[in-house]
């Protein structure tokens, strides 16, 4: 049994608030009756109606996906470029949990459930993510130590994050660094970099949570299983 608002939204209505609404202005029947308790439970036998239009329960997906980069981390994109989205194969509603940049590549998360999504892109949920980044010039301890403690982006300080050397490559003056963040502010990683003088040339996500991109390819992707699901929830509780 589920609250009728939650059933609404879990079934791609609306989100849960507009699904209360909606309840509230008598739009709503469960098997021929208008329900208008916000209190309501239904069950999955139960015929629920939308303004007379019946609501079916969506199942919930789950994909990991390598992102390409040159890719858009949205539904819709009105330059018509190639969507995250568009590289799954399924009928249901999917998006993407968070964002990757056009140009940044690695792993993504997408599902038709809104619920975790909410949890997973909610700030105080401090969900690590792990960036591979190679930036112009040499990176040096100093640095490291900045990036780790934080630094001051539009006026607030990033939370404490973790950095690793990987490779420094002094004949071309490039450097290889692996940075753990728990926020998903715009261009985060980016920006952090851009604050010690080294621009970021490229950048991959190699790990999402406990996700890695074990076993997949660039533009390849692949169902949650059933555990990892409930994993997942565990991880945002
Ligand atoms: N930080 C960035 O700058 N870009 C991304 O795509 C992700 C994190």
């Known amino acids: 049994m589920e609250r009728l608002q939650k059933y609404l939204s879990a079934g791609g209505v609306a989100s849960r ?36 239009v019946k609501v079916f329960k969506q199942e919930k997906e789950y994909y990991l996906l390598y992102k390409p980069e040159k890719t858009i981390c949205s539904v819709h994109d009105e330059k018509n470029r190639t969507t995250v989205v568009d590289l799954i194969e399924t009928k249901e509603k999917i998006f993407p949990v968070g964002r990757l940049d056009y140009d940044t590549s690695g792993l993504l998360l997408l599902t038709n459930d809104g619920e975790i999504t909410n ?27 900045k990036l780790e403690k934080g630094i001051l982006l539009d006026g607030v300080k990033t939370k404490k994050a973790t950095a690793k050397i990987r490779k420094i490559d002094k004949r ?37 949570a406990f996700f890695t991109l074990e076993n ?19 991880y945002v509780k």
């Not at 709503?28 to 629920?48: Q, S």
């Open 17 to 52: 608030r507009k699904s209360e609404e909606l309840i509230l202005q008598g739009k709503v029947k469960v098997n021929g009756k208008t329900i208008t308790d916000l209190g309501f439970k239904v069950n999955d036998k139960d015929e629920v109606l939308v303004d007379n």
């Open 119 to 145: 949890k997973l892109t909610h700030p105080s949920k401090d969900i690590e993510k792990t960036y591979y980044a190679k930036v112009d010039g040499i990176v040096t301890y100093e640095d490291i130590n």
């Open 172 to 208: 071309n003056n490039k450097s290889y660094v692996e940075l753990t963040i728990t926020e998903g502010r715009n261009h985060q990683v980016k920006n952090m970099f851009a604050y010690i003088n080294h621009k970021v040339l490229k950048l991959k996500r190699i790990k999402y």
């Open 216 to 234: 997949l390819s660039i533009g390849e992707y692949r169902k949650l299983t059933i555990k990892e699901v409930k994993q997942l929830y565990n």
